[in-house]
């Protein structure tokens, strides 16, 4: 079975940086897209980034310039670096699979790690 696990979050002043990491354990040989999303209180979960197998990228208007999403094919792992953090960044972030191959089969189901929170407060 195939699961994604998110590290890096945690407490940080505006204007501060975190990383955040998402690897993957499992049977897993390829992944089209990873991403990362998140859902503060009482809001729908949003897209943040995301980054496909050749490396082009999307973002949120909202973390364009601030964020950089960036992956290692080799170790299916996908990381977050988030610059320059306001207040309203303040959620849960969750990391996400969309397209992955584990040698026998190609799933399309998506796939969702658990959460990571990250608070921005001074």
């Known amino acids: 079975q195939v699961r994604l696990v998110e590290s890096g979050g945690g407490f940080v002043q505006p204007g501060g940086s975190l990383r955040l990491s998402c690897a993957t354990s499992g049977r897993i040989f390829s992944i089209d897209t990873m991403g990362w999303y998140r859902q503060a209180p009482g809001k729908e979960r949003e897209l943040v980034a995301t980054?496909?197998?050749?490396?082009?990228?999307n973002y949120a208007g909202s973390v364009k310039d601030r964020f950089t999403i960036s992956r290692d094919n080799p170790q299916n792992t996908v990381y977050l670096r988030m610059n320059n953090l306001k207040p309203e960044d303040t959620a849960v972030y969750y990391c996400?699979?969309?397209?992955?191959?584990?040698?026998?089969?190609?799933?399309?189901?998506?796939?969702w790690g658990q959460g990571t929170q990250v608070t921005v407060s001074s």
């Open positions: 996400n699979v969309e397209g992955y191959y584990d040698g026998s089969y190609y799933s399309t189901d998506p796939l």
């Open positions: 980054i496909n197998s050749g490396g082009m990228t």
